[in-house]
């Protein structure tokens, strides 16, 4: 178990002739021992090269990475002491379940009865004792998973797992068994875990602290109740959330937001540097149609079971509301917004209120 | 319209598929809900032609089409993997079913145009397919399974591979798109949430067979049995095996616990039951008409939003979905509250309880 | 219903049927019958039972033969697939460099088997070839058209060289299947050269080497055209493998009789072998898959 310090990471794939050439942009980052971290993102955004960077498969064109203060940065994956859980399960197929995980100690020379002892505590952690003598082989993609993260939690003094979106090819109903599992673990064990995903639930429910990355850059890194609460940028906003944030053009007026002839009272005022866009984000969590407030256009509702989902329109830009399973959608509605929910942007940024 | 009557389909020993009979109508959705190896595919297998049943049979618009390939059909298909002519423009991969049926050149470009449109896939047609990301091949491939015109478009975890947030997009599209076609849509998918959204009608399987089939609000809503009532229900759903006992459900591992049994099952007879209800109508406060079971808190999961609340309650695991930020350690005791008018009700083998029937011989 | 289903079936595979009893089945059924009589040329033909039989598997040339072949067979075996699986993990996975050892590699199968004998009869002539003068420059007694060692020696190089190839492509096939996180996940567990090859390789090679075994064993069964170019089975009965005493009987003494009853147990045992070794591998991997 270590703490992760990346220091002025940077790295392009193919030769730099300009700042768009690093597939990742200048990191500055430290994540301490034993904390839950998930890098959320959508492909392409340089999750995975990061991920690749901490485990030592690609080394940066700029910039440090030290596990526990220990300059790293040049060393190869197995001189690292990580372990990796990867999207599609990687198991030894003529192995049985205990053989699998006694191969990372066996291979570093382990005492035979430490090992037998270290793997029937592994085998009892997942719940794969009664697997323990079959063949890896034979078993579902979600055991296989499973045996994998085995293997990485059986080195006791392994650095931190790092996670390549595990749950890709695993059945709903098992996700939610394996990552509550994996949360568990987490909580008794407390390894340093990274988790790359470009799942908002799997992030946000695995981790403390979630990365969110869009083109090479960090936008964000906060708490989920940070991301849900108060995106920094306008792409967190509707990145997270489920649909996401609604983001109308306002102008400002101290404590007032002017929204196409409408108004809409602010907590407080607020105010954004004269040449810059500003926006209104709000939830669609935080959206209550009733009888008051800006006229909502409705274009469809979705019932998705335990909520509604109104799609529409205000002021000629799409917005989404929630209503709940047994509430009401009025057939003219109009939208009021939680004040205390509402956040404002400037050219994408989040802008405080000035209270 | 196609039919299936009576589908069986094994191999070797195992059966994929048992007792399948459907009838889809023209301008339909129709998911089929299940998890892996539930039979999903073989069953499109077989009604796009590639395979052939067993026994039992496949009627396309009245005429037995049981043994006729795929080639003669008139389906279009579209799978996980984005599959598109890689030495082609989208516009050429939109257009190669009408080419292949040779269409006159100007129809081929009005479909291609319209479908593109459809699709948001206008600013990309000189494009080759690889340059594109995930998202935009997928709606190739959806794009020219629509350009075909055919009569069945078969869809089979179209979006499985794709980010998180491109789903919900597509998700949100896909409805529109079927509704412009007259064709009949058979769509394959593991997720509840996606069946829910897309609408239409849901057959659920499971072990290859289907559980149920019919509206895909009333399936989720009024499931016949219980495996149904899991298939559909993500987070899962709860459940607990209880015992009837005059006006109350004494659950197995009850302790002298009770629940009252809901208005509508009074005049149930007495003996073993199921019990279920989802994790979002399962309650942290107390409210009106609702019965309480203690339970001890595993872990505590939060999206920001929402927590999702795992929990042991008499020797059950539950989930628990409540609005807000609830961080429970785990051990801590906690009282569950179950409003009675959320909670169904299974016999024991498995069926659900009919209200009405109870209703009536009370 | 299922009745008729089966009986269409069949008669869809009629037109494959009839080609393979013109193909094998009537041409076998020709030599079973020469194999129970004994004919003195003028297509006359006297029953005799099994009394080639008898003659074939008690007559020392024969026996020897056989004992030829599995000794040729065996060492062959025993080289190329332990020489194709080095190659082919030596070869570079992807890229430019890939593709060029892919051609070199399928060279050697592109030449017409007799094209092979010449041109090793000729390589390995101790006075011009450059193999046998090399060797004998370098002090070794070599004349394959002498000596049986020196004899053995060249057909087994012949072969080597000639088939080693293939099972270099079939292994390469197996390698490039097996997904880099695999190797990423091996280096991750601190996982020896030798353990990645026998956990990681070995296992996704396995189905292509069975068919590899497979292949090279039926192969230098039937090897004929090849040492009978080079050294005519001589020295003396030195290198007559199966086949080409086959050809001598039948051939050379005209023992039709002899040399019928010679191909079927000849055919017998490939068939034996093979279903042997195929069921046997098979099985296996149903245990383990059940396991």
Redesign the interface.
């Known amino acids: 178990m270590a703490e992760i310090t990346l220091d002025g990471i940077r790295h392009a794939y193919g030769p730099v002739r300009g700042p768009d050439d690093y597939a990742l942009k200048t990191l500055d980052h430290v994540w301490t021992d034993g904390g839950a971290f998930a890098l959320l993102g ?3 955004c340089g999750k995975t090269t990061l991920l690749n960077i901490i ?1 030592g ?1 690609i080394t940066p064109t700029e910039g440090r990475i030290l596990f526990d203060g220990k300059d790293v940065t040049l060393l ?3 001189a690292r002491n ?3 859980v ?3 399960p ?1 198991v ?4 049985t379940v205990a053989e699998n995980l006694a ?2 100690l066996k ?2 020379g382990v005492k035979k009865a430490d090992v037998r002892a270290r793997v029937a505590t592994i085998l009892e952690m997942l719940d794969l004792a009664a697997l323990a003598d ?2 890896a ?2 078993l579902t ?1 979600d055991l296989k998973q499973k045996i ?1 993260l085995g ?2 939690m059986v080195r006791e003094n392994v650095a931190a797992i790092l996670f390549d979106e595990p749950l890709t090819v695993i ?3 098992l996700k ?1 068994q394996l ?2 599992q994996l ?2 673990l987490h ?1 008794e064990f407390g390894h340093t875990m990274v988790y790359v995903t ?4 799997e992030a ?3 981790a403390d602290t979630v990365v969110v990355m869009v083109e090479g850059e960090v936008v964000q890194v906060g ?7 108060r995106p920094r940028h306008t792409f967190v906003g ?7 944030m609604n983001v109308f053009p306002v102008r400002l007026d101290g404590a007032t937001a002017h929204l196409d002839g409408e108004t809409i009272d602010l907590p407080a005022a607020a105010s954004a540097p004269p040449s810059a866009r500003t926006e209104l984000g709000i ?1 669609p ?1 935080f959206v209550t149609l009733g009888e008051t407030g800006i006229p909502f256009t409705i274009t ?1 509702v ?5 909520e509604r989902i109104v ?1 529409g329109e205000i002021a000629g830009r799409p917005a989404s509301a929630i209503v709940p ?1 047994e509430g009401e959608v009025p057939a003219m509605p109009r939208a009021t917004f939680r004040p205390d929910r509402i956040n404002l942007y400037a050219d994408d940024w989040r802008i405080e209120f000035s209270s | 319209m196609l039919e299936l009557l009576e589908v069986e389909k094994r191999s070797g020993g195992a059966v994929h598929l048992a007792d399948i009979s459907l009838r889809l109508l023209p301008g339909t959705l129709n998911v089929l809900l299940g998890p892996t190896l539930s039979g999903k595919t073989s069953l499109m297998r077989i009604m796009a032609g590639l395979d052939r049943p067993s026994s039992g049979r496949i009627l396309a618009d009245d005429m037995d089409v049981t043994g006729v390939p795929v080639q003669q059909r008139d389906v279009a298909m579209v799978y996980q993997q984005f599959i598109n002519y890689p030495a082609m423009t989208v516009f050429e991969n939109i257009a190669s079913p009408m080419r292949i049926a040779r269409k006159p050149k100007a129809e081929i470009e009005g479909t291609v145009e319209r479908v593109a449109d459809l699709l948001k896939l206008t600013p990309y047609l000189r494009r080759m397919p690889l340059q594109l990301s995930g998202g935009q091949q997928q709606r190739t491939a959806l794009a020219r399974a629509l350009a075909k015109n055919a009569r069945l478009v078969l869809l089979d975890e179209p979006l499985a591979n794709l980010d998180y947030k491109l789903r919900e997009e597509l998700r949100a599209e896909l409805p529109k798109i079927f509704a412009a076609s007259g064709a009949i849509f058979v769509y394959a998918t593991a997720e509840p949430e996606e069946a829910l959204l897309l609408g239409g009608n849901t057959a659920t399987l499971s072990q290859g067979r289907v559980t149920q089939f019919g509206p895909t609000v009333d399936v989720y809503r009024r499931p016949n049995t219980l495996i149904t009532a899991r298939i559909f229900a993500d987070p899962p759903l709860n459940v607990m095996a209880v015992e009837k006992r005059g006006a109350a459900f004494a659950p197995v591992e009850g302790g002298g616990r009770q629940i009252p049994v809901p208005p509508a099952y009074e005049g149930l007879a007495d003996g073993p039951y199921h019990i279920a209800i989802r994790p979002h109508h399962v309650t942290l406060a107390t409210t009106d008409g609702a019965a309480s079971l203690p339970a001890t808190v595993i872990v505590t999961e939060i999206t920001g939003s929402e927590s999702f609340v795992h929990l042991k309650t008499l020797g059950e695991n539950w989930v628990l979905l409540a609005h807000g930020i609830h961080d429970l350690p785990p051990g801590r005791p906690v009282e569950i509250h179950l409003p009675l008018r959320h909670i169904m009700v299974f016999d024991a083998d498995g069926a659900s309880v009919d209200v009405g029937a109870v209703r009536k011989a009370a | 219903m299922t009745k008729t289903e089966n009986n269409r079936a069949w008669f869809l595979v009629l037109p494959v049927l009839i080609l393979v009893a013109m193909n094998a089945i009537i041409p076998l059924m020709t030599v079973v019958n020469y194999s129970v009589q004994e004919t003195f040329g003028d297509n006359l033909f006297f029953w005799s039972g099994t009394s080639n039989y008898v003659a074939v598997l008690t007559s020392e040339r024969f026996i020897h033969a056989l004992l030829r072949q599995f000794a040729f067979t065996g060492i062959i075996l025993l080289i190329e697939i332990p020489l194709g699986v080095a190659i082919a993990l030596a070869m570079p996975r992807s890229g430019v460099w890939s593709s060029v050892c892919l051609v070199l590699m399928a060279l050697p199968l592109l030449i017409p088997w007799n094209v092979v004998g010449a041109m090793w009869n000729i390589f390995a002539l101790p006075d011009i070839g450059l193999l046998g003068w090399g060797l004998n420059s370098l002090g070794f007694n070599y004349n394959y058209t002498n000596q049986p060692v020196s004899a053995w020696f060249t057909i087994v190089l012949m072969d080597v060289w000639h088939w080693t190839s293939l099972v270099v492509l079939l292994a390469f096939a197996g390698l490039r299947s097996i997904d880099e996180a695999y190797y990423r996940a091996a280096k991750i567990d601190g996982a020896s050269r030798w353990a990645v090859f026998r956990y990681i390789q070995l296992p996704k090679m396995r189905q292509v080497l069975i068919i590899a075994v497979l292949l090279r064993f039926i192969d230098s069964f039937m090897i004929y055209t090849e040492p009978f170019v080079l050294t005519g089975g001589g020295p003396g009965n030195a290198t007559t493998l199966l086949s080409i005493d086959l050809v001598k009987a039948a051939l050379g003494e005209f023992n039709l009789g002899i040399a019928a009853a010679m191909s079927i147990i000849y055919f017998l045992m490939t068939l034996l072998v093979c279903w042997l070794f195929y069921t046997l591998m098979t099985q296996r991997d149903a245990r383990e898959n059940a396991s």
């Open positions: 959508p492909s392409g485990s498969l190869p994956p197995e990580i372990a990796q990867f999207q599609f990687v030894y197929d003529t192995m191969f990372p291979n570093r079959r063949k082989a034979s993609a994998s293997r990485g059945d709903p109903h939610w990552r509550s949360k568990r909580r470009h799942d908002q639930t946000l429910t695995f708490t989920p109740e940070e991301l849900f609460e509707y990145f997270i959330g489920s649909p996401g939830r969590e469809r979705d019932d998705v079971g335990r799609h399973e």
